[in-house]
């Protein structure tokens, strides 16, 4: 802030130089007449002139640091309700107070829409739909919106030793968090389960430890999500029986009426050759439709008794070259170029049998995907991070519409007219159960990318 910018600081210069001045000049006249005996009464009078001057000028700076001290204190306290400009002062202090008003001023303005804002941010952290808490050096909880109160029934609470005593499952699991992370935890309250999804960054403000946490109820996702699995497979599965049951139906018609007439049984003498071909027919068909029916419900036998895994450390490489081994010769004659650019050794803890029968299911796809492509490509790749391994598998196929790869882990989906649709299901199952998953990453009509997400081995030693 320049000098200009407030009059007092140049008032108070120049009044400063003023007094100054005259006792300067004051003190230059007893020096000449000093020693003149005529003139000892002058000498009493200009040394008391000056002792006077001396005491109004140690006053007058008393008097502005003394005020510049209180104004200081004052904002220190952040007490800025002081009205300078209602005090009863000399013109010297007139553009002192004046410019502490207009810090005052400023201060004011600045508190007012700092309040402003804090107000804002309050009353939108307290409707959103997300609980929001947070807290300060794991001792104190700063904020705590009703959301949150409400999710985890802590009314009131402030002190995080409090909260540790309502809901020890959430405390520890913060206080263990990392600079970020994200869980799924579910809670019982007045008996009913809550699935709750729980999100807590970590960030150092001034030297001091903030953790935020963010806590949402998505049971009624979780519901929503389950509605719609279970309509999607039953569709699947009413249009799977009534596949087989409505030809059934249809020859079991055809039979009766080669073998009655008007609902009364046609004797032996009376069949003919063409009645006895069409129900021997009609039997054939029946018989396939049923076995047809056994082969399906014998798939979702399978696919609802997935086998618990049996966990061991497992080399993905050496499992992927093997399986890779395995179809050479379907690679080979289909023409395609296989590129594999895992590294030697990736590890991971898996049942290498499951496992297997993913990568094969996710092999035959991407085979049957590229029998109609001009460029054929299969390429095996790895992305990594923190804690997870992800193996990519692209393929040049023709790729999959939306509704497709919306629908492809849906139990006995399938567009291929020979499938039983549990194929990746059944992978989706197996992913699920070693912690990991089996996703679409891309899609388009220049091939597939799928990957498999595995949880990275750690080592303790």
Known sequence: MRNGDFPFVNRFALVLLVRLVFILG???????????????????ILVSILLIQIFYLIKFVSTTNRELSKFI?????????????????????????????EITTIIKASKTERQAQNLYLEKVINHVSIGIITVHNMKEIDLINPTAEQLLSVEG???????????????????????????????????????LAITITTSTILEQEYKIIAIKDINDEIEQKEFEAWQKLIRILTHEIMNSITPIVSLTETMQLNLSNNGVPKKVKELTENNIDDVVHSLKTIQKRSDAMLNFVDDYRKLMKTPTPNLETLDLSTLVQ??????????????????????????????????????????????????????????????????QLVVLFTDSGSGMDQKVKEEVFVPFFTTKDDGS??????????????????????TSDKGTVMGLKFLKLVNHS
């Not at 952040?78 to 009205?83: G, M, Q």
């Not at 909260?163 to 007045?190: G, M």
């Not at 649709?421 to 891309?442: A, T």
């Open 26 to 44: 004051n003190m230059m006249l007893i020096a000449f007449i000093f020693g003149d005996n005529r003139l000892f009464f002058n000498h009493f």
């Open 73 to 101: 204190s004052s904002l220190k306290h952040e007490d800025i309700s002081i009205n300078y400009k209602r005090r009863k002062i000399s013109k010297s202090f007139a553009n002192l107070y004046s410019a502490f008003d």
């Open 322 to 387: 093997d399986v890779l081994h395995l179809f050479s010769p379907q690679f080979k004659n289909a023409k395609i170029e296989v590129s594999n650019c895992l590294p030697e050794q990736l590890q991971c803890v898996a049942d290498s049998n499951l496992i297997e029968q993913v990568v094969i299911n996710i092999f035959t796809n991407a085979i049957q995907a590229m029998e109609k492509a001009v460029t054929k490509q299969f390429v095996i790749e790895l992305e990594e991070n923190a804690n």
């Open 157 to 195: 609470v402030k002190n995080w030793s409090i909260f540790k005593e309502r809901q020890p499952q959430i405390a520890q699991y913060v206080e263990n968090a990392d600079i970020f992370d994200k869980t799924l935890l579910e809670l019982t309250k007045n008996n009913i389960s809550q699935q």
């Open 421 to 442: 649709g549990i194929g990746l299901s059944l992978s989706k199952q197996i992913m699920k159960q070693h912690g990991g998953n089996i996703f679409i990453k891309k």
